[in-house]
């Protein structure tokens, strides 16, 4: 049996070795076909291509390595994909890759790996002026590491595609890229267990944008100057943690329809809204620092049933829109911490001795008369509030924080007022 075992062993050593040496490395010079070279290469080559500018639509068949040498450039002549992969296990690096067509009914990519390419690995690319940079289906396992996407910027937003698609595909990861001029940077739609980290996502619809997906991890990511900046809509058993979402003229991160969410220790700074949370139930948002938003967070449609604590609302102009039939209690734990809190801490605790309503009569009369903010310290405001608490009929169901901290916990808030969408102000 030992010798059985040995034996198979040898044998597969000699099978690797037999595998690696059949793999071959094919140059493409310039002047010369890329796809003739393509369609020469064996499972497992090599191709890599010289600096020149070459216009070809590339259909890659074969698991292989496309290989940019000084960073060529692959144009499609505005015409179709540039590059459609077809096969698994395909790598694509250093190349810039232009000019798809412009035709929404036919997905136009700059790179297209279609249904079956499996293990697809997109990596230190530029994708420039094309209608969708990069477009997965049904592809499970692919790698998008380090690129730069940007769209045709002169077709205007709602007629662009978007920058990365994801479409019914599983375990993606997407790395390290900078998206931007796009419709959405990121669309994610039908997309599990997938992984999103280090993205750069600004000046397009949507940084990102999800339907229907499950189990992502969403993790440091920058997403500024959007419209609106992440768009959670149903979805399951989401983890969006250490973002940085500032400038978005709609929302910083919307949550709506969803459940079973982790959303902490994300900095949503100088949006029209920082939250917008929509007909979300069962989630936790934690130690999330919330600055310098028109609205803090927006809530609404039988949003209920989240744990909300130890987050901190900072110089938010209205630091919750809530509309609904009931109050809703949130830092039932530990607290969140309100900068227009006004109560007192007699022993000394750190948590406010009486507890924070958002909307309440005090709110309500300083969103009318803005100018009211300068007297909310006076004795006369503070009576006003205690008396809107006592008589039911001058209250509206509000957020509710029995236990308001008296400080921060983050002491970074400084860095982010001011870091406003233009015309915020």
Not at 8 to 13: C, G, K, P, R, S
Not at 65 to 87: C, F, K, M
Request: charge should be positive; proline fraction near 3%; glycine fraction near 8%.
């Amino acid at each position: 049996m030992r010798h059985a075992v040995v034996r198979l062993l040898i044998l597969a050593a000699c099978a690797a070795l037999a595998q690696g040496a059949a793999a071959a490395t094919l140059r493409v010079a310039p002047g010369e076909s890329i796809q003739a070279v393509l369609d020469r290469a064996e499972a497992g080559d090599v191709v890599e291509v010289a600096r020149a500018r070459y216009e070809e639509n590339l259909r890659i068949a074969k698991p292989l390595t496309l290989r940019g040498i000084d960073r060529p450039t692959i144009s499609g002549g505005e015409r179709g994909d540039t590059i459609r992969v077809t096969a698994t296990d395909v790598v694509i690096e250093g190349l810039i890759v232009a000019d798809s067509g412009g035709s929404l009914r036919e997905q136009n990519a700059g790179i297209y790996l279609q249904p079956g390419a499996h293990r697809a690995v997109v990596r230190r690319c530029d994708l420039t002026y094309n209608l969708f940079g990069l477009w997965v289906e049904q592809a499970d396992d692919v790698l998008i590491e380090g690129n730069v996407i940007t769209g045709k910027r002169d077709y205007q937003s709602s007629q662009r595609g978007n920058g990365v698609q994801l479409y019914n595909t599983r375990r993606a990861k997407v790395i390290g890229n900078q998206v931007s001029f796009v419709r959405d940077a990121l669309y994610v739609d039908v997309t599990h267990d997938a992984v999103f980290r280090g993205n750069k996502l600004h000046h397009s619809r949507y940084g990102t944008h999800y339907m229907n997906s499950y189990r992502n991890l969403w993790e440091d990511n920058d997403v500024w100057m959007n419209r609106g900046g992440l768009a959670l809509m149903e979805v399951r058993d989401q983890v969006v943690r250490n973002n940085r979402v500032w400038a978005n003229s709609d929302h910083g991160i919307m949550l709506r329809t969803i459940q079973d969410a982790v959303v902490e220790n994300n900095i949503v700074a100088g949006n029209s809204r920082g939250f917008f949370i929509y007909d979300a139930e069962y989630n936790t948002l934690r130690g999330n620092l919330l600055v310098d938003n028109i609205v803090g967070v927006h809530l609404w449609a039988g949003s209920k049933n989240n744990q909300v604590e130890r987050n901190d609302f900072v110089a938010n102009r209205e630091q919750v829109r809530y509309v609904g039939a009931r109050d809703e209690l949130w830092g039932i734990k530990e607290g969140n911490h309100w900068s227009n809190y006004l109560g007192w801490d007699r022993n000394g605790d750190g948590v406010g001795d009486v507890r924070y309503e958002a909307n309440d009569l005090v709110d309500r009369l300083s969103w009318k008369h803005p100018l009211m903010k300068l007297l909310l310290a006076s004795p006369a405001v503070q009576t006003l509030r205690l008396v809107g608490q006592q008589f039911p009929l001058l209250r509206a169901p509000s957020v509710v924080d029995p236990k308001p901290r008296m400080r921060p916990d983050k002491d970074n808030w400084r860095d982010w007022r001011g870091k406003t969408f233009p015309g915020a102000r």
